[in-house]
């Protein structure tokens, strides 16, 4: 039962360099999300898709973007990474439905020198 | 969107019982609260929800007063390995269109 994968689990970037954060989730969940977090700190939403089709900003979306490919599958892309975007991603998802149980991803740690 | 607080962090000893408190003063009448735990390293992972009064699992219990507006998440005989941080998440029930923002959190610091 794999639950939510996401991919690379690391990845180290120079400024101004692209990449998709690639998640995927096999639980049949409407809803994904994808999270920062930044050392010591909490988690803080970048973008959400309440179901296949639809995306939505978070609490820090600027130099993000997001793509809901199926009902499986949600990346995010940073167009031109900076610095300040080093950080730890997790994916997520839920049902959407009933409650908000959300089940994580085991993260993806991203450093931009 | 509900805003959660609770305190940044706490101290316990082994076989204690930890009552870690979050406050959510603007929860909305569809509005669920639910407890997850994160090890360093790790995503966060769910450790009970409720919805009024008292629930309780094999981990841990969930009071919530009459007026929704804090709960209180109840750690029976912590050991050293409920060492994490707590996040108190409040969100609602539907469509999922709302945001689920996550607080702080607390972290607990279980001594030997």
């Known amino acids: 039962n794999a639950g939510v994968t996401q991919t690379p689990k690391f990845q180290v970037l120079k400024t101004g360099q692209s990449m998709t954060l690639q998640c995927a989730q096999d639980m049949n969940h409407n809803s994904m999300y994808w999270y920062r977090q930044d050392p010591g700190m909490g988690l803080r939403l970048i973008y959400y898709s309440a179901s296949e089709g639809t995306t939505d900003k978070g609490e820090v979306p600027n130099g993000y973007n997001v793509s809901r490919l199926n009902k499986r599958e949600f990346s995010l892309r940073l167009e031109s990474a900076a610095p300040s975007q080093t950080s730890v991603y997790f994916c997520?998802?839920?049902?959407?439905?009933?409650?908000?149980?959300?089940?994580f991803g085991e993260g993806s740690w991203l450093t931009v020198v | 969107l509900a805003k959660t607080t609770q305190p940044i962090s706490m101290d316990s000893y082994e076989g204690q019982e930890v009552n870690i408190t979050c406050s959510h003063n603007n929860i909305a009448t569809n509005d669920y609260i639910t407890w997850y735990q994160q090890f360093p390293s790790q995503g966060p992972r769910f450790i009970i929800q409720g919805y009024k009064t008292k629930v309780t699992n094999e981990v841990a219990s969930l009071f919530i007063p009459a007026d929704r507006k804090s709960s209180t998440l109840s750690l029976p005989r912590v050991s050293l390995s409920d060492t994490a941080v707590y996040y108190c998440?409040?969100?609602?029930?539907?469509?999922?269109?709302?945001?689920?923002?996550f607080g702080s959190g607390t972290r607990l610091q279980v001594q030997p």
């Open positions: 998440l409040v969100g609602d029930k539907g469509t999922g269109r709302r945001a689920l923002t």
């Open positions: 997520a998802s839920s049902e959407g439905g009933t409650g908000n149980t959300i089940y």
